[in-house]
């Protein structure tokens, strides 16, 4: 309920004013966290934005098992129906109670927005390597990545995957 050390201080008075924090700013989350503590009526600022992050982490864990539940399905089709359950819940649990998730779901931080962002990114590029004839598809791909960039930098590691999975699989929209 209270500010923590490192960057949690200036993530709240940027969050608080609808400031800038230090670079790379952190548009992305700075306006949701904004909108967040002057929507919800409750508790004073740090709690409130604390509380945000936390509510982003328990997304980015659901989103996680959602994917992972799909995607065991469709990589294991017989065996799956069985282990499908337990393997999920196992990496959702591991996930949610990790040192990394837990430790920045409880404080005004950045990186459970990344998380979810990711995530959400991480599984459009599963939808289209499921469904490589959307056009609709690849563009909500594009746009959560670009949407991923507006919150952290280190998305730019995940920028190829979504050029290879083109070029694997829609090697029409190169031409």
Same mark, same amino acid.
């Given at each position: 309920p209270?500010?923590?050390?490192?960057?949690? %201080?200036?993530?709240l008075v940027a969050?608080? #004013?609808?400031g800038?924090? #230090?670079?790379?700013a952190?548009p992305?989350?700075?306006f949701?966290s904004?909108?967040f503590?002057?929507?919800?009526?409750?508790?004073n600022?740090a /709690?409130?934005?604390n509380?945000f992050?936390?509510?982003?982490?328990?997304?980015?864990?659901?989103?996680c098992g959602?994917?992972?539940?799909?995607?065991?399905?469709?990589?294991?089709p017989?065996a799956?129906?069985?282990?499908t359950?337990?393997?999920?819940l196992?990496f959702?649990?591991?996930?949610?109670f990790?040192?990394?998730? /837990?430790?920045?779901? =409880?404080?005004?931080?950045?990186?459970?927005? #990344?998380?979810?962002?990711? %995530?959400?990114y991480?599984?459009s590029?599963?939808?289209?390597i499921?469904?490589?004839?959307?056009?609709l598809?690849l =563009?909500?791909?594009?746009?959560?990545?670009t949407?991923a960039?507006?919150?952290?930098?280190?998305?730019v590691?995940?920028?190829?995957?979504?050029?290879?999975?083109?070029?694997?699989?829609?090697?029409d929209a190169?031409?």
């Open positions: 209270n500010v923590t050390l490192l960057d949690s %201080g200036e993530f969050a608080q #004013h609808f800038v924090p #230090h670079p790379t952190y992305m989350w700075t949701l904004w909108a503590q002057l929507v919800f009526p409750f508790g600022a /709690w409130k934005i509380l992050s936390g509510i982003l982490g328990a997304l980015a864990v659901a989103l959602g994917l992972s539940h799909n995607a065991v399905r469709w990589i294991f017989i799956g129906r069985k282990i359950l337990p393997v999920c196992a959702s649990l591991l996930f949610a990790s040192v990394s998730m /837990w430790s920045q779901a =409880v404080i005004a931080e950045v990186y459970t927005l #990344h998380a979810l962002l990711v %995530g959400l991480l599984a590029v599963y939808v289209l499921r469904r490589p004839e959307s056009n598809v =563009v909500v791909t594009f746009f959560l990545l949407l960039f507006s919150n952290h930098h280190l998305v590691a995940l920028t190829p995957l979504t050029f290879i999975v083109v070029l694997l699989l829609r090697r190169f031409l």
